[in-house]
Structure formats: structure tokens, C-alpha cells
């Protein structure tokens, strides 16, 4: 198996597949799409960039639609809905990141991103699940993030935003349990992208999109419930929830 092929095991799971990629645009999202399509699944992207999701579209091997959505918005997401129809899977990728610290607090930066990272998440699962529910079949995959599992310095909104998305999701996995549809968490660490272009720090063990991409559609291709990754970057911040908080903000502020 390589970083840019589908696991061979996968190929009768997927072929036929209808997937709706909620981000896609670029980065992880663009380099997803890639992964799923040469697995056959047939595609929806979706993100506010119509150009690059038509090039990105035209570049893929398998079926894929373009369908121009805005997650902050509620009626883009409902007619978004009505012409997309019945999927067999979801993957909410759509983000928004500044770095800031509490003492260089953008406000409205950090509601941009608590609106797109979670709210969007809110908005289109709330629309996309009832109805996966209902038929008693679907896939759900979200993003969170290493930041996420507990408090950074630095990253005031962006941290908060991806810890309430890993909440939503393991909200979504003990409601759905035995429902027939599957939730999954995929959290990334750094991944080389338009967003953490942003950063002027050393990005430890920071990945390649398609790389992360692999590491996605491997925990797809499973029955577990979340993967963080990279290894063992993922590991400092796992362990990180078992320090007690005095020593945690020594080591960390």
C-alpha cells in the first residue's frame, strides 16, 4: 500500500458509493476527494469556491457533482440538501483558522471560526443526519484536531471550535449507536495548507494533505470510532488529558 493508493480491501466497499465531501475545495478536503475517487466513490463537493471545486471535479476518475454551499449560511444548506438528494456518507471538512493568543483576541476572526468549524458542522449534520436516520444506513465523518483535547496558548477560538466538533461527534456515536449509520472522527495535527500558511512557528511533524488524506480513508475503511495522528505527535497531546492541571499549564502555557 502506498500514500497515494486506496487499500486493495476496500475496493468492493466503495465502488458505487456516494459521498458528500462538505469542504473540499482545497487541502485535506481536495486531497480526500482524490483518495475516495480512485477508490470509485462517486462524489459531491462542496465549499463556497465554485472554480477550484469544478477543476478539482474535472481532475477526478470517478463521478463527481459540484454543489456551491455556504455553511454559515442555513437556506444555502437546505436547498444545497433538496438538489443533492439521499448519500451514503458525509465528511465535514469546511474550516476557518487565525492563530491568536487571549491578549491579541480578534473577536470577529474567532466567531468566524467557531461559526464555520462548528456551527457549519451543526447546521449541515442537523440537516444531513435525521433523514441517514430515518433509512437506517449512513456515514458521518468529522473533523476535529490534536488541538482539541485540551487547551493550547495561542490558538483562542480555533481550539474551542474543534473541541466542541469532537464532543458533537462522540454526542452523534453514543445517540446512533445500533442506528445503522456510522460516526467517525478523523484528528489531524498540522497539515501543510492555505490555513497553517498562517503560522510563523515550528509545526511539528507537520503533513503533506495527501498524507493525511491516506490516514482518513484508513480510518474510514475501519470500524473504529477516531484516529489521531500523526504518530507519536498525537500521543503528547492523548497523554496531555491525564496530567493534572497545575502541571499541565507549567509544561504547556
Not at 442537523?126 to 495561542?154: K, Q, W
Not at 445503522?180 to 512557528?201: C, E, H, S, Y
Request: aromatic residues 8%.
Amino acid at each position: 500500500m502506498t500514500a497515494t493508493d486506496p487499500l486493495p480491501q476496500a475496493a468492493a466497499k466503495w465502488a458505487g458509493k456516494r459521498y458528500w465531501l462538505i469542504g473540499a475545495s482545497d487541502g485535506l478536503g481536495a486531497a480526500l476527494a482524490r483518495h475516495l475517487s480512485r477508490a470509485g466513490v462517486q462524489l459531491v463537493l462542496s465549499a463556497r469556491n465554485e472554480k477550484a471545486l469544478q477543476t478539482l471535479a474535472e481532475d477526478l476518475p470517478a463521478k463527481a457533482e459540484v454543489q456551491v454551499l455556504d455553511v454559515t449560511d442555513m437556506d444555502s444548506i437546505t436547498a444545497a440538501h433538496d438538489r443533492v438528494g439521499a448519500v451514503d456518507g458525509v465528511i465535514y471538512l469546511a474550516g476557518a483558522y487565525w492563530p491568536m493568543g487571549t491578549a491579541d483576541w480578534d473577536a470577529e476572526k474567532s466567531a468566524v471560526m467557531a461559526d464555520v468549524n462548528l456551527g457549519g458542522a451543526l447546521r449541515c449534520l442537523g440537516t444531513i443526519v435525521p433523514p441517514m436516520v430515518a433509512r437506517g444506513h449512513g456515514h458521518v465523518v468529522l473533523t476535529g484536531s490534536l488541538t482539541g483535547f485540551r487547551g493550547l496558548p495561542g490558538s483562542i477560538g480555533y481550539t474551542a471550535s474543534k473541541a466542541g466538533v469532537m464532543s458533537l461527534a462522540e454526542c452523534m456515536k453514543a445517540d446512533l449507536r445500533g442506528s445503522g449509520v456510522q460516526v467517525q472522527l478523523a484528528n489531524p495535527g498540522f497539515i501543510r495548507t492555505r490555513l497553517t500558511a498562517k503560522n510563523d512557528f515550528k509545526m511539528p511533524q507537520i503533513m503533506e494533505p495527501d498524507a493525511a488524506a491516506q490516514e482518513v480513508f484508513e480510518l474510514m475503511c475501519s470500524t473504529r470510532f477516531a484516529k489521531s495522528f500523526p504518530a507519536p505527535f498525537a500521543w503528547l497531546f492523548r497523554l496531555s488529558q491525564f496530567l493534572p492541571s497545575g502541571l499541565y499549564f507549567r509544561l504547556f502555557s
